[in-house]
């Protein structure tokens, strides 16, 4: 049988449905730690089949959220509900949410084996159907021949397979990741990815991703919800939170941007005119309705930078600052300038379609930054 | 030359300490093989002693008390121990915390006169007949605290995670206890358990002042005859608690050993 296949992401698109009905619902959720407030407020829908992921860096509440779900810490204020169940005063162990600890928290007593079939011990189930759906678990990890060891006797990626084979033994409607790569290295991280991502769609579960790491976010989830000081920045999947981001804070936790301070000198309908250090920045499409005077910022990203020598042509119609080569990053794939412009450092990243160009741009030179206004940001908060 | 000099003077010191610190109970041991009836006049070597201790009835009795004294106390300890353990850890804040720790270690600093004296009037009081059962309680008092150090000790370097990996997978409390913390911390609790049953065995002082007639135990045996005179059959008897209590302390050791490893 096939196994069933989540639409492609251009169409899976449960947030934008009306009618559609969340799986996970925080519900104006305040966590307070004493004095210290680690979720504020918080209102955020989780839908079924999704790959999502709560990013942002560490103490910013996002694995209190998820500790929330999981029942181990109970909510100052607000509702957690899971399929439109309230959760308050349900304990973890009914909870039917399951989760991968960033430790792997493995019983260092037990073997491979017995770890996962701890969950389905725990839940009665007879001993032949707990054997065949261990047995099944393993062979779903690649670890078939490992059973009988102890976590000490595994490696670190084989101990990440452990810990996610004993989590999705149980078949929990809900699976959640806490920072489930951190250990690992690169090149394994990586891969694990894209194991991850595969697994879901064959299983058909619903993620729920905590991670400190905006690639491993940006590659696996269908949304993303970045998070700052117990608050939800922005939601949306990879492309609209890296291609608009909301906020300042947004748009410099997540990849490389240029960002420059200004106050809005001319309004017309979407089109805004911003005059900022570097000269007067015209933003084509701006999200936010501003008014003369205001107090913005303007940002666009390196790679939709064009850099030219001072005295080279550029088309009409783009912004142009002038600045001198400060750095010059080579990266393989790419290029990065930092140019220095009256006291700011902006970036220019170029990719490196040929081999080898005849007279590139050196360190020391004057050159002009292109800039599309379809590409500039304007960003308010 | 001059580390060649250090390195004898450190082997003097190390055996000087050492024969400080063990030649009376080398002597000790020498003299139980003794097959002179005179305790400081070696008469060749023999193990009639030994054979004699089977025979002698006071002693044995004594014997059998202490092991049974020690078994029960060490066991109520551990429990007692264990749960203070639990409670000083996983509940950092509660009300009376710095009292409750300071009133489960002060067992281990309080002089041994003074417990005993104290825990004498308090069954005199309260008119409780003293025998197997106050040298029970009595030793588990003092011996409960050092239970909860070695058991803490482990404790503190638990991983709550896995604890809560066991709640997560559907564990209730009970099971999570049993099923996990349980086996992680055993070695601990097991040290535990051979520390207290040792400090059990060849307690004196606290024993002196709780026991009653019927209840003798094997130091306070051995104390009393050694009033009328040192025996050849003494010297056998403690060299055996010697070796008794040598093997539990390596016992409780590994178990302390293996524990740490399994972290």
Redesign the interface.
């Known amino acids: 049988m096939e196994p069933p296949e989540r639409p492609s992401r251009g169409t899976f698109a449960p947030w934008d449905e009306p009618a559609a009905q969340p799986l996970v619902l925080f519900d104006g959720v305040t966590k307070r730690f004493g004095a210290e407030t680690a979720v504020s407020d918080l209102t955020l829908a989780v839908y079924e089949r999704e790959f999502f992921a709560l990013l942002g860096p560490s103490g910013c509440g996002k694995s209190t959220l998820m500790r929330m779900l999981a029942g181990f810490e109970t909510p100052s204020a607000g509702r957690v509900l899971l399929a439109g169940q309230d959760l308050a005063g349900m304990p973890p162990h009914v909870r039917p949410v399951n989760m991968m600890f960033q430790s792997y928290a493995l019983f260092p007593h037990m073997s491979v084996e017995k770890n996962i079939a701890f969950g389905l011990e725990m839940d009665g189930r007879p001993r032949d159907e707990v054997g065949a759906r261990v047995a099944e678990a393993l062979r779903m990890v690649k670890l078939e021949g490992l059973a009988g060891r102890r976590p000490h006797q595994l490696s670190g990626g084989q101990r990440q397979r452990v810990a996610l084979a004993r989590a999705l033994v149980k078949r929990p409607k809900l699976l959640l990741l806490d920072e489930p790569l951190g250990a690992l290295d690169r090149k394994l991280r990586e891969e694990t990815q894209f194991e991850l991502m595969a697994l879901q769609e064959r299983l058909g579960l619903t993620f729920i991703i905590v991670t400190h790491d905006q690639d491993e976010a940006m590659t696996m989830a269908t949304r993303i919800a970045v998070m700052d000081k117990g608050r939800i920045a922005q939601v949306g999947t990879p492309a609209v939170i890296y291609e608009a981001p909301a906020t300042r804070h947004v748009a410099g936790f997540i990849g490389e941007i240029n960002l420059v301070e200004g106050t809005v000198s001319g309004c017309d309908g979407r089109r805004v005119t911003v005059a900022t250090a570097v000269g007067d920045l015209t933003v084509a499409d701006a999200a936010d309705s501003v008014a003369v005077g205001q107090a913005v910022a303007v940002a666009w990203r390196p790679e939709k930078t064009r850099i030219v020598r001072a005295g080279e042509a550029i088309s009409n119609g783009r912004a142009v600052i002038s600045g001198t080569v400060h750095d010059i990053g080579y990266l393989g794939g790419r290029t990065t300038y930092h140019v220095d412009v009256t006291g700011l450092r902006l970036k220019a990243a170029v990719a490196n379609a040929a081999r080898s160009v005849e007279r590139p741009i050196g360190t020391g030179e004057a050159v002009k930054l292109a800039v599309a206004p379809d590409a500039l940001l304007l960003l308010v908060r | 030359m001059t580390s060649q000099r250090s390195r004898f003077l450190d082997a003097t010191a190390l055996t000087l300490g050492f024969a400080f610190l063990y030649l009376p109970i080398v002597i000790l041991v020498i003299f139980s093989f003794n097959a002179s009836q005179l305790v400081t006049v070696w008469g060749g070597f023999s193990t009639r002693w030994y054979a004699a201790i089977w025979q002698n009835r006071q002693l044995m009795d004594a014997a059998w008390m202490t092991v049974q004294v020690a078994a029960a106390s060490a066991a109520f300890a551990t429990l007692v121990g264990t749960l203070a353990a639990l409670a000083l850890t996983r509940y950092v804040r509660f009300r009376g915390r710095t009292l409750f720790s300071g009133l489960v270690y002060a067992p281990i600093v309080m002089p041994e006169v003074i417990t005993g004296l104290s825990l004498l009037l308090l069954f005199v009081s309260l008119g409780i007949d003293r025998g197997f059962w106050t040298v029970t309680v009595a030793h588990a008092t003092f011996t409960c605290g050092f239970v909860a150090v070695v058991v803490q000790s482990r404790l503190v370097t638990f991983?709550r995670?896995?604890e809560?990996?066991?709640?997560?997978?559907?564990?209730?409390?009970a099971?999570?206890f049993t099923?996990?913390t349980l086996?992680?911390i055993a070695p601990a609790v097991v040290a535990g358990f051979l520390l207290a049953f040792t400090l059990s065995l060849d307690d004196l002082v606290i024993a002196s002042f709780t026991t009653g007639p019927g209840s003798t135990t094997l130091p306070m045996r051995i104390y009393s005859q050694v009033r009328l005179g040192v025996t050849p059959e003494i010297n056998a008897i403690s060299t055996l608690m010697i070796a008794t209590v040598t093997v539990l302390v390596i016992a409780a050791s590994l178990a302390t050993k293996r524990s740490a490893a399994?972290?």
């Open positions: 991983d995670s896995l809560e990996a066991a709640a997560d997978l559907g564990a209730a409390p099971h999570v099923r996990v086996p992680i399994a972290r």
